[in-house]
């Protein structure tokens, strides 16, 4: 299901006009690759980015697939039709929803008086949070098991069990936390019993990405009845209505610069640097209402 992202795409259409606007430049990146993800710049310099997981078979093919992007869009400049009119939309066309929806977004989120934002997180809550899930590896994972009182900490990640090397990897992580913090309950699962363990904290983290492979709706489905619920990670940086209507208390994300579409181009590591810590952080609140 992808009704937040249709919904998040109908609430922009009602607030941008795209008229003239269009994708002057776009990167397909490998999902087997390092930093796999999808970039594009709109006509007007907003950037969006996201995480890619779809898999391509070879370069080639990644190729063959960016050639056929650009054809589409001397039709189609921004792929709405192609992107929105697809009821069930694959792996490939999902990470190019998010990434369009992110470079429409950028503006709007920067001055709209719908929500708010900042530069620091507010984490007065926490103290009062017994359990935690942290939908994907990684994320605030670590600071919820090193700098909070929470004791009770679940990790879901789709990668657990798909592989050994993932696995391992996976368990080797996990094993040292443990280690270190031996009075706090550390577990970790391939999201087969997300529902009963995300029903069942007190806060759920969900990585922007959920947005890429189509568990957003599910997952915040199943944080119905969660009291924190944030969504992080830099496919998280679209128009953030839907979600906090959805019980998101807060969105932790990037604003995409400018210059980011040519510094993929001219020098990936460093892309791939700015996405993993570069790029100041912004935490997007929903207005309360007194």
């Not at 040292?176 to 995300?198: L, T, V, W």
């Not at 947005?211 to 924190?228: I, P, Q, R, V």
């Amino acid at each position: 299901m992808t009704t937040v992202l249709d919904a998040t795409y109908h609430r922009l259409c009602d607030l941008i006009d795209t008229t003239g606007l269009y994708i002057q430049d776009i990167m397909l990146r490998q999902f087997e690759k390092d930093c796999p993800c999808n970039i594009l710049r709109l006509s007007d310099g907003s950037v969006g980015a996201c995480m890619n997981y779809h898999l391509f078979n070879s370069q080639d093919e990644c190729d063959e697939a960016t050639a056929m992007i650009l054809r589409k869009i001397e039709d189609d400049p921004l792929l709405l039709k192609y992107l929105f009119d697809d009821p069930s939309p694959d792996l490939f066309k999902l990470g190019l929803k998010v990434c369009v929806i992110s470079a429409l977004s950028r503006k709007i989120i920067l001055r709209s008086p719908l929500f708010s934002w900042t530069r620091e997180a507010d984490w007065s809550f926490i103290s009062d949070v017994r359990s935690a899930t942290v939908i994907g590896l990684g994320g605030y994972l670590h600071g919820l098991i090193t700098d909070s009182p929470v004791r009770q900490i679940h990790v879901s990640d789709l990668g657990y069990g798909s592989s050994f090397e993932n696995t391992h990897r996976m368990e080797k992580q996990i094993s040292a936390y443990r280690a270190s913090f031996p009075e706090k309950n550390i577990s970790i699962s391939n999201g087969s019993d997300n529902e009963q363990r995300i029903g069942s904290s007190d806060l759920v983290t969900i990585t922007g990405s959920a947005l890429c492979n189509g568990s957003m709706d599910e997952l915040l489905y199943y944080a119905g009845a969660c009291k924190h619920v944030v969504v992080q990670g830099q496919s998280a940086s679209v128009f953030p209505l839907e979600l906090f209507e959805r019980g998101v208390t807060f969105i932790s994300t990037t604003i995409k610069p400018h210059g980011l579409m040519d510094i993929a181009r001219e020098d990936f590591s460093l892309f791939r640097r700015a996405l993993e810590g570069g790029l100041p952080s912004i935490y997007i609140y929903p207005i309360r209402q007194t």
